[in-house]
């Protein structure tokens, strides 16, 4: 398929990579005319404006907005609706916050212009990877780019098949769901990041106690000096709490055993506040993300070595570099 691409920063440069080689034809954009450059010498079409992003697509267009969630992903949509015309297609691939997606389908539905929220994880890692992807839209329009989305997926790999999954959704199992009409993709891959909080914060913890079991706080007979590169590493095998984040954990601690190159200042990206946000609207109880979300808050006054933990995993998946 020909799809336009808004936006090369980590994720939308690779998102445009995997797609070409799959034989999709991308026509791409970025303000910075040496991404634009990079990935016209790979293959993708560049365009110097969206104008001319616009005018290289034949319709109906889809164009794939990745850009940073708030004005400037807002700004880059009220300007393709100036420009683009009914059947056509936006699609938010960034970390929108649901009930914006909500409001922008319902504006752009009046011009005829169909919009599509696609929670979208995976991080620097999803060329190789692939994405898995959470997609929020009309049935008939997700549909139309199910090639795209089939392509970005992870695909079924090496994971065992899960029993009685015969009469749920197939594409489930090759790493993307349509999980329901606009928002419900993103409101999906919010709640997904505000448990990857918890997830983290609990590894951050039960490291730093590791670490604290050599303090001069304890008897001698019961002080440890724990090899904590070792304990990641033998926990990633076969252990019941084995993930893809203390993957990245074990390969920070293997290359820095005390995380030296982390402050332990850890930000939040904002899909944390809104699952809380949603717990308190739903009134569902949610101690664990909350706790997490406030302790990220802390770390900007005072950090110990869970936060480095934190921070170590974050740079590992998504190549956020921390304030120091």
């Known amino acids: 398929m020909q799809i336009g691409i808004i936006g090369l920063g980590r994720m939308g440069a690779n998102i445009a990579r995997r797609l070409m080689r799959d034989g999709h034809q991308p ?121 795209i989305f089939k392509t970005l997926a992870p695909g079924i790999g090496d994971i065992p098949h899960t029993p009685d999954r015969d009469s749920h959704d197939a594409r489930a199992e090759q790493g993307y769901i349509h999980a329901g009409p606009a928002g419900a993709g993103h409101f999906v891959k919010m709640v997904h990041n505000g448990i990857e909080y918890g997830l983290m914060q609990a590894y951050g913890e039960g490291f730093n106690i590791l670490q604290g079991k050599n303090t001069d706080l304890l008897p001698p007979g019961e002080r440890y000096d724990l090899k904590l590169a070792d304990i990641a590493e ?60 406030y302790t990220r808050f802390r770390s900007r006054y005072a950090h110990n070595f869970a936060e480095k933990m934190l921070s170590a995993m974050r740079f590992g998946f998504g190549g956020h570099v921390e304030k120091k």
């Not at 820095?256 to 899909?271: H, I, K, N």
């Open 27 to 147: 026509v791409v954009y970025d303000i910075d005319a040496a991404a634009r450059a990079e990935l016209g010498g790979e293959g993708a079409t560049p365009a110097a404006t969206l104008e001319a992003l616009v005018g290289a697509l034949s319709a109906p267009r889809a164009i794939w907005v990745m850009l940073p969630a708030g004005r400037i992903t807002e700004g880059t949509i009220a300007h393709l609706a100036s420009i683009l015309g009914a059947g056509d297609i936006v699609i938010d691939g960034g970390n929108t916050y649901y009930k914006d997606d909500i409001r922008r389908a319902a504006e752009l539905q009046k011009s005829g212009i169909a919009y599509v929220d696609v929670g979208t994880s995976g991080g620097v890692w999803g060329l190789t990877r692939g994405y898995c992807m959470m997609i929020g839209g009309p049935d008939e329009i997700v549909t139309h780019l199910d090639p």
């Open 234 to 293: 033998v926990w990633r095998r076969g252990s019941v709490i084995s993930s893809w984040l203390l993957d990245l954990g074990a390969e920070a601690l293997a290359k820095d055993p005390a995380l030296d190159g982390f402050s332990g200042y850890v930000e939040d990206s904002g899909e944390g506040r809104w699952t809380v946000e949603a717990a308190i609207e739903e009134s569902v109880p949610a101690e664990v993300l909350t706790a997490s979300l």
